[in-house]
């Protein structure tokens, strides 16, 4: 049987190594100074990548840990990057920062042969002869990542230090009698709140991928198309474009019909004929060089809002603008919200009270936002910073022919929020 050929086409939105650090080092030791923290050890995939550069293949959350950082608050020249062997390889292509390397045995070496010292040799590449790395790395090659990270501790004047741990189980396990371990997140959150020129980059760029991906999955659509298949060209696009979409889909929001208008959530088990005149709320959620994106708007289905819904197209159209340029350094969230509501009433639609207005964070996740500020005050009317990336979401809940939103993605400055979107805040027509 002869093969036929297949022409490739090529992700527009191609992967290559980045620039190192990125992240927001100064920000992360603030926030140990204020915390009273001596040093951080991170052991989750987002905060490994996020100090270092490095993001491992294959592993999932719930996994033992295959690697982590430690940074002293009194050495911050001095980070520590732990690898199992076996992930030693990838920092030939993608680069990291950090100097001293060090890794131990993961699951590949055999248990029925005596452990040598120059295993470690067989899990580093040619290319990486002249890495600034291997030195550090051939003399701390060690049994477990336990005895990994107390070393490091040590070597770092650690081993009588708090220290945030990003996971508790992890420092836990380690078992180092003078440390007083501490809940990492909200010191980690603190530092991811406000991006750094290089991420700003990464969700703009994120954010463009998403565009293009809704705007093609509409120009799909044909009578007849049912919402599953709406879901699997989204994330077709999405994927061949170059991103990256999660199970169980990448859409967010429930659609229901027959005049309900409950504000629900999918489930990628719904399925129903995507009918003209429908308003489908685009809300996606994906992610490339593992930043989100997130976002999208009102798609009125192959036709244009009825009288009522155009009106309150129009209202959302006008809080959504006045929202961005009200998300300025200093603003709470009650406050915005109070303004946006404000906006709808003297556009004089219906039940203003019912339109939801919220707003989260975004990079790695999909908060990056400290929950309990270091002076142990809960979070959650917080106040917008400069240099952050925020979500503007509205949404005017009603029927399957008016409910209408809006999610924009903006980089917060002292003169508004810069949008993410090129498209503008009016629905998609036709």
């Not at 599953?228 to 170059?242: C, D, F, K, S």
Request: charged content about 20%; some cysteine.
């Amino acid at each position: 049987m002869t093969m036929t050929p297949k022409t490739l086409q090529t992700p527009e939105f191609r992967r290559s190594p980045l620039t190192v650090p990125f992240c927001n080092l100064e920000r992360l030791f603030d926030s140990l100074e204020q915390r009273n923290l001596d040093g951080v050890v991170v052991s989750t995939s987002y905060n490994v990548f996020y100090l270092s550069g490095f993001q491992g293949i294959a592993h999932k959350s719930d996994e033992p840990r295959p690697y982590a950082v430690i940074l002293s608050r009194h050495s911050p020249e001095h980070p520590i990057l732990i690898l199992a062997d076996y992930y030693v390889g990838s920092l030939t292509t993608q680069p990291t920062w950090i100097n001293d390397v060090r890794s131990f045995r993961g699951v590949m070496l055999p248990l029925d042969l005596a452990s040598k010292p120059d295993d470690i040799d067989r899990f580093v590449p040619n290319k990486a002869n002249d890495a600034p790395w291997l030195p550090e790395l051939r003399s701390n090659f060690h049994e477990s990542i336990g005895d990994a990270c107390r070393h490091a501790l040590g070597d770092l004047g650690l081993t009588n230090s708090r220290i945030a741990f990003d996971e508790l189980r992890f420092g836990h396990q380690l078992g180092v009698d003078g440390v007083e371990i501490v809940d990492g997140y909200d010191p980690l959150m603190y530092a991811r709140s406000v991006k750094t020129s290089q991420e700003i980059g990464f969700l703009q760029r994120a954010t463009r991928l998403n565009q293009m991906a809704i705007e093609r999955t509409v120009s799909t659509w044909s009578r007849g198309m049912s919402w599953r298949e709406l879901n699997h060209t989204y994330h077709q696009n999405a994927v061949g474009l170059g991103g990256f979409v999660r199970d169980p889909g990448a859409m967010v929001w429930g659609h229901p019909r027959g005049g309900d208008a409950a504000i629900t959530l999918q489930t990628g088990l719904e399925d129903f004929e995507v009918e003209t005149g429908l308003h489908i709320l685009f809300d996606c959620h994906g992610t490339l060089d593992s930043y989100c994106w997130d976002g999208g708007k009102t798609w009125v289905v192959d036709s244009e809002p009825n009288v009522q819904a155009k009106s309150i197209a129009s209202a959302t159209e006008e809080v959504a603008g006045d929202l961005l340029n009200a998300m300025r350094p200093g603003i709470k969230v009650s406050e915005l919200q109070a303004r946006g509501r404000s906006v709808f009433r003297k556009a004089g639609v219906p039940d203003a009270d019912t339109a939801i207005i919220f707003f989260h964070g975004l990079g790695l996740s999909h908060m990056d936002l400290e929950q309990v500020s270091s002076e142990g005050i809960p979070n959650a009317d917080w106040a917008l910073e400069e240099g952050m990336v925020v979500p503007l979401h509205v949404l005017y809940p009603g029927d399957e022919n008016n409910r209408m939103w809006i999610e924009e993605v903006a980089h917060v400055t002292t003169d508004g929020a810069t949008p993410f979107f090129s498209w503008g805040l009016n629905p998609l027509i036709g």
